[in-house]
């Protein structure tokens, strides 16, 4: 992984979770969602200016569980997380 400055909340989350990144090149950005079985319950994908963005995600269609995030710049994995949703 690329070192990027990233930052997630709240975590735990219930309907809704802010993703932070600072991304050293413009492009294209992906955001997936998996939960405890590697599946994919979500993906976004917009392009974006180099420097500190920020991406509000809804929840609020997924059980409470364990989700794993990972971003992805240009097609390569930048960061990667784990995060609850409580309901």
């Known amino acids: ?3 990027i400055g990233f930052n997630l909340y709240p975590n735990p989350a219930t309907d809704q979770i ?6 050293p090149q413009s492009g294209e950005l992906s955001i ?12 976004e994908t917009s392009s974006e200016v180099a420097g500190q963005i920020q991406k509000t995600l ?6 409470a569980g364990i989700y794993h995030i990972d971003i992805i710049s240009d097609g390569k994995r930048m ?3 784990q995060f609850h949703i409580a309901k």
């Open 79 to 81: 960061a990667s997380e």
């Open 58 to 63: 809804s929840l609020g269609n997924l059980p």
């Open 1 to 3: 992984l690329e070192a």
């Open 18 to 23: 802010t993703v932070e990144a600072n991304l």
């Open 32 to 43: 997936q969602v998996l939960n405890t079985l590697g599946q994919r319950v979500m993906f």
